[in-house]
């Protein structure tokens, strides 16, 4: 089948290739004829070696499409089935899961380093145990989560991870109050999200802030409030806060320095929420006596910071009911062989989702 494939972490590259083959379907499994895929950020982070990930490999986890094949044991999923993938599945009975935070449910990255492909050549893994940039794949039951009828596959996809992502960043992890001020930094697809659920919170300002001018636009398209620069933003915490700084302020990039940054224009008291995801090598220096005179409450947010499934559903409900807008969000489509073409999209900014239709 095909698939589109990266040889050795650093290439920016994928090759499309014929002759790979998903692996590993059995009991427990379920094999997923994969219909559309969402080109995420930590496709491109895994490709460059800032997120960890073994090669060669197949990227791509934002993804939905129809079950193929049933493995024993598996309850509630039937061939034919739609559903979207979840690359963070929840195993039910761990610590964490009990909790009701399925978002930090280590299970499913037990699978991520079990190849679950092949080619003539030997092994190729799957991007965070899943790899959707092809035809088919195998993954754990747990991976596939059934969607109503009316959700169309490249909606559901984009709700796998960077919807939920962001979406939930702004309403579970951040609780964003009625009448705040918010900035933004970052206005890919998760960005645009946590702009989207900042504005369902009630937020009064939000500032979007981001070096590309389409996305800016877009960012104004989607409930922000004004759209600047990095340059700018000094300039709009000034005026707009009177210089004390957001109440929130969303890090949606991954690196210590718009991390710090961020940091900077929260306000004392206020919340900075991590969502990017960064290198393990890339520090945030924070001295001793700002962490704890500043009384800054730096939240992470993995996955929407809240259960999966649970973000999942209001995702759905709340696009369904028209208050937040997904179609649009895909800017861009592609076949499968126009892969690189995505990744070209996504470094330059010009896409705030390119959707790849297989
Ligand atoms: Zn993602
Ligand atoms: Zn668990």
Redesign the pocket.
């Known amino acids: 089948m095909r698939a589109a494939v990266l040889h050795e972490i650093g290439q920016d590259k994928l090759e499309v290739v014929d002759d790979a083959e998903a692996v590993g379907f059995g009991p427990g499994k379920v094999r997923i004829r994969v219909r559309a895929t969402g080109l995420?950020h930590?496709d491109v982070s895994a490709m460059s070696g800032v997120l960890p990930q073994p090669a060669p490999f197949i990227p791509g986890?934002?993804g939905a499409g129809e079950i193929l094949d049933v493995g024993d044991g598996v309850t509630g999923l039937t061939q034919g089935q739609r559903v979207l993938l979840c690359w963070l599945p929840a195993c039910g009975s761990c610590p964490a899961c009990k909790r009701g935070q399925t978002q930090l449910c280590l299970a499913g990255f037990m699978n991520a380093g079990t190849p679950n492909f092949k080619r003539p050549g030997g092994d190729v893994f799957g991007f965070a145990g899943t790899g959707t940039f092809t035809e088919e794949v195998v993954v754990d039951a747990g991976c596939a989560v059934p969607i109503p009828d009316d959700v169309p596959f490249d909606i559901a996809a984009l709700i796998g991870?960077?919807v939920t992502?962001g979406l939930g960043a702004a309403i579970n992890t951040a609780k964003v109050e009625a009448g705040s001020s918010v900035a933004v930094i970052g206005c890919g697809g998760v960005g645009i999200s946590a702009i989207q659920g900042a504005r369902l919170q009630g937020a009064a300002q939000i500032v979007a802030v981001d070096p590309v001018e389409s996305r800016r636009e877009a960012a104004l398209r989607f409930g922000a409030t004004e759209a600047v620069a990095p340059d700018a933003l000094a300039d709009a915490k000034q005026r707009i806060t009177a210089g004390e700084g957001f109440d929130y302020v969303f890090e949606v990039v991954g690196k210590s320095a718009t991390a710090r940054t961020a940091y900077e224009n929260t306000r004392r008291g206020g919340t900075l929420c991590v969502v990017g995801a960064g290198a393990m090598d890339d520090n945030l220096q924070l001295n001793m006596f700002e962490l704890f005179f500043d009384e800054k409450r730096i939240l992470p947010s993995m996955y929407g910071g809240g259960d999966v499934l649970r973000s999942y559903e209001r995702a759905i409900a709340l696009w369904r009911a028209g208050r937040i807008d997904l179609e649009s969000l895909i800017t861009h489509r592609v076949p499968l062989a126009g892969i690189n073409e995505a990744l070209e999209q996504m470094r330059t900014g010009a896409a705030l989702r390119t959707c790849v239709e297989i």
């Open positions: 995420c930590s986890h934002e991870c960077g992502t």
